[in-house]
């Protein structure tokens, strides 16, 4: 039975592994968080490898705070290069597999048809910027990984855009949401479980992947999507991005395509309406729908 070490493990995807893990007991889980492990000190990740015989890392940890970034620029490449740089040099002395976490930030959001692996990256951001470094000193230092590029992640857990929404339609009449930026939802409970399917194959393909849900929306189609679904008489009164400025800016086009990761392990991926009900029916209790 192999050995599998879940950084990350408190957030949104962490949180989703933990609750996919049950239904692939072929592999023993180690979750950690920043509490018990911190990746960003090489050391003593060498070391917790080293006495848990880790065989394979599944890397969630990240530094997400996309505007705040801007200003914490040391700390967010600390967490999302240097530390991944130290995840791949331990996993390559050791001989171990890694799954790794990027995002769509490291596209520059101009583009106007899905972005396949092979694209151009561009990052406008500092957290687009860093979350590409750590791409990078990952493939230079490890044989043995996949980099799995996702967008727009919610769950039933943490902070989100389906949970802020669901909130407000509590609390409001109305709320204004961007409509000029293109995107698709990823249920983190949907990515959890594609990463224990491609785990469970004996076809661990190193390279960069996308995924996200199926299918193309606006945060303003998102957001009518989610009161609809959740029965919520809330007004979504769509806006451009220049009426809503924050300190990093946003892609305007950020959808991937999802060919390869498909058609490199055989699977099948549920369009993003389908996924937001499921959320959602989880959610129900916690917001009283």
Known sequence: MQTILITGSKGQ???ELQKAAKRFPNFRYIFTDVDELDICNKSALDNFVKENRI????NCAA??????????VEKCFAINAQAV???GEIAETYQIKVVHISTDYV???KSYKPYTEGMEVSP?????KSKLQGEKFLQSVCNQCIVIRTSWLYSSYGNNFVKT?????KERNSVKVIFDQIGTPTYAADLAEIILKILSQNNFISGIYHFSNEGVCSWYDFATAIFKIAHVNCLVHPIETKDYPAPAP?????VLNKSKIKNTFGLSIAHWEESLEKCIEILKSEYSL
């Open 107 to 109: 596209f520059d959001g």
């Open 85 to 87: 740089k130290n995840i």
């Open 124 to 128: 406008d951001t500092v957290y687009g």
């Open 250 to 254: 946003r892609p305007y086009y950020s």
């Open 55 to 58: 065989e394979i890392i599944v």
């Open 165 to 169: 929404m669901l909130r407000l339609g």
């Open 13 to 15: 995807l962490g949180n």
């Open 63 to 72: 530094y997400t705070a996309v505007d705040k970034a801007e200003e914490e």
